[in-house]
């Protein structure tokens, strides 16, 4: 998440420093307003975007629990001392920017609400397809959608009116009003993001620009008009207000022409993009890729705190030759805690130390390891089909689903045969490896609840070593 914000926000800098260095003074408004939307719309979908195949993270797996160990393991798994975790701040980050959002709607409500009070108790008269309501309060004259709103008729000439209303309707009939709509809800998203404000604020004086431009009165008259207008208070930052800032800009701009040369600066939007595409994609800084810190892994803006086991040894006898060799072993690890939450598994010790199920646990619903094993291998049917003979493995493990249902951490191996003499090809291995992890990527379904509340669940890891049979071109078990 930290590193979309970071792209999110490179990007939106860079367009605004390209945006006031070479188009602000242009009179090109049109292409300045699509210019605006599009860099503000790129700034939020562009860091999401991976321009090359995911990379796929490979988990070393030393060795396998035998079927005897199993209870021996999850006794280790919740006997084994956990580290100490440091306070977790991500829920008062949430909680302050969820009160952000709150107040954000808040005030777009009471802009709504004025401009509604202000239109039920106007006086209303038709021009046109345009209704004027007349307040009887002072401020400048605004428009929204179809309405202006102005303080009083008499306080106008009728060539002053006219202008109000031509350059009222030029912001109707572009449909700025949908820019203002936008450009609100993404205040709202972002409102720790001051660069949403200075783009809302280029956009606001574009939009005046490109009104003005509708105006048929001489520069001299309209500025003069403009000067006057300035003087009264402002309208709801919702509408459009006819004495937006600021004015003296306005009045340059209502006799400046750009030249062809002045004209070519547009181009420059197309390596813009090409420069945020490369450098501040998802591929750019992925934060889907594992960072491995000791006892910690990073993966998906997600902190793993693994339990691991210490090595054991075991003896084991060659057969044919009665040599006895001592053979190291190691356990698995084990996810304990995600952002220094508790994962939460299916069994619980007893007061008689034995393991049973938790009954307050509703995993109905839930991605279960039978389900991801039916989806995946539905996802690879058909690769399956062209490989030998043999026993094959997912290379599936430690599958954890967040409290919204999604998977948030899972170990691949990779794709393997049972027989260590059975070859796959190498462009085929590859290419269900890249199955494998894109169709993990993409699985969600309800969350596990305990007590009706959801929690972060690992789904049973037993299932997961369960192998593929081919035979034949077929898929015969699994």
Known sequence: MLQYLLNMTAIWLLSLLVFDLFMRKESFHSYNRFYLITTLLAGMLLPLWSLQESDIVYITKVSEPAIENVSAVKKAIVQSPVAETTTDYSKLFYYVYAIG??????LLLKEVLTIVQLYRRGDKTKDGVWTIIETEKSHSPFSAFRYVFISNKQDYTTDELR???SHEEQHGHALHFLDLTLFQLVKIICWFNPLVYIYHNRLLIVHEYQADAAVDKAPAVYGKFLIEQALLSPAPTLSHSFNRSPIK???????????????????????????????????????????VDGNKVTYKGNIITMQTFPEDTTIVEDPTTGKETIVIKRMNHRPRLMNGEKIQYDYEKDVNGAFSPIPDINTIGTLSAASIIQTVVNAIKDELTQLPDDQYNLGIDNVVLNKKGEIAYYDFVGFHAYLSTTKIPEDLKKYIDKKIVETMDKLSAKPATLKGKPIIYM??????????TIQKGKITQY
């Open 249 to 291: 800009n306005r009045i340059m701009m209502l006799t400046r022409k750009s030249s062809a040369l002045a004209q070519s600066k547009r181009i420059i939007a197309a390596p813009l993009l090409l420069v945020c595409m490369l450098c501040f994609t998802k591929n750019a800084f992925s934060d889907d890729k594992r960072k």
């Open 101 to 106: 959002v709150a107040i954000g709607m808040a």
């Open 459 to 468: 789904t049973s890891n037993g299932d997961f070593f369960r192998n593929i």
């Open 163 to 165: 202008m109000i209303l």
